[in-house]
């Protein structure tokens, strides 16, 4: 999933994890990061993942620099 959604989300992700409820994982991303850098950082996590599973449990931060 990704969201812009900062002050909610990953406290409720954090709670699945915690709860033994699956949650296939959160990207974050700061409102004010510009179109292209979350499209160039979405585009370099989906060819660089090797699993459909890979981000399980995770909570990511755009953008990656």
Not at 1 to 29: F, K, S
Not at 49 to 65: A, K
């Amino acid at each position: 999933m990704v969201t812009h959604d900062v002050a909610t989300m990953p406290h409720h992700a954090y709670d699945r994890v915690d709860g033994g409820q699956p949650m296939l994982g959160v990207i974050e991303v700061s409102p004010e990061t510009e179109i292209g850098v979350v499209v160039d950082d979405l585009s370099l996590l989906a060819h660089a993942s090797s699993s459909d599973d890979e981000w399980e449990g995770l909570v990511l931060y755009l953008p990656l620099r």
